[in-house]
T-cell receptor, first 116, second 113 residues
Framework: ETGVTQTPRHLVMGMTNKKSLKCEQHLGHNAMYWYKQSAKKPLELMFVYSLEERVENNSVPSRFSPECPNSSHLFLHLHTLQPEDSALYLC???????????????FGPGTRLTVL | SQQGEEDPQALSIQEGENATMNCSYKTSINNLQWYRQNSGRGLVHLIL?????REKHSGRLRVTLDTSKKSSSLLITASRAADTASYFC?????????????FGGGTRLMVKP
């Protein structure tokens, strides 16, 4: 166990559905991340929250909406997704020390999302 | 463009052999990290090497870093079937905000019993 949990572990949804992915970290970290991992593609950073403020949004489509209510919880709200959004969605956390330093990231087990 | 590129993309060896994976990157870095991922699971941090370090060891893992060539290698000695996984390098680039990593495409390692 890495101290980062994600729910649900598997999700199947239609293109018109609205669902949310949840991530929780029990490590006392102050930065959290959403990544997308598709087959045969490198891990793609989607969103970064540091001290509960979003600092990176790598041109992710608006059908993905993140929410970080506190430093321990991170959500990814999904609506009107496309089949190409099917992937493994990984959450991670780290301790952001605010300057160039060692930022080891701790990952959750991921949510396997299938969009029909 | 992708910061880290692993080589080879796939590697198959017998148990007991050594496995070497390479990573190349493009920009100046603060550190380089290696992660492991079992099929369909999250990534697990293995080892971090800072830009001013050349070699680092952790158990059966040995990592080297050559900043002049912008490359790193991960050596797993005396491999075991349980080492079967994908291995990713990730760079903490000096140009990035303080807490972002860029991951490579990974090397899929299969260790045959």
């Amino acid at each position: 166990e890495t101290g980062v949990t994600q729910t649900p572990r598997h999700l199947v949804m239609g293109m018109t559905n609205k669902k949310s992915l949840k991530c929780e970290q029990h490590l006392g970290h102050n930065a959290m991340y959403w990544y997308k991992q598709s087959a045969k593609k490198p891990l793609e950073l989607m969103f970064v929250y540091s001290l509960e403020e979003r600092v990176e949004n790598n041109s992710v489509p608006s059908r993905f909406s993140p929410e970080c209510p506190n430093s321990s919880h991170l959500f990814l709200h999904l609506h009107t997704l496309q089949p190409e959004d099917s992937a493994l969605y990984l959450c991670a956390s780290s301790q952001d020390v605010g300057f160039a330093g060692d930022h080891e990231q701790f990952f959750g087990p991921g949510t396997r999302l299938t969009v029909l | 463009s992708q910061q880290g590129e692993e080589d080879p993309q796939a590697l198959s060896i017998q148990e007991g052999e050594n496995a070497t994976m390479n990573c190349s990157y493009k920009t100046s870095i603060n550190n380089l990290q290696w992660y492991r991922q079992n099929s369909g699971r999250g990534l697990v941090h293995l080892i971090l090497i800072r830009s001013n370090e050349r070699e680092k060891h952790s158990g059966r893992l040995r990592v080297t870093l050559d900043t002049s060539k912008k490359s790193s290698s991960l050596l797993i000695t005396a491999s075991r079937a349980a080492d079967t996984a994908s291995y990713f390098c990730a760079t903490d680039a000096t140009a990035n905000a303080g807490n972002m990593l860029t991951f490579g495409g990974g090397t899929r390692l299969m260790v045959k019993p």
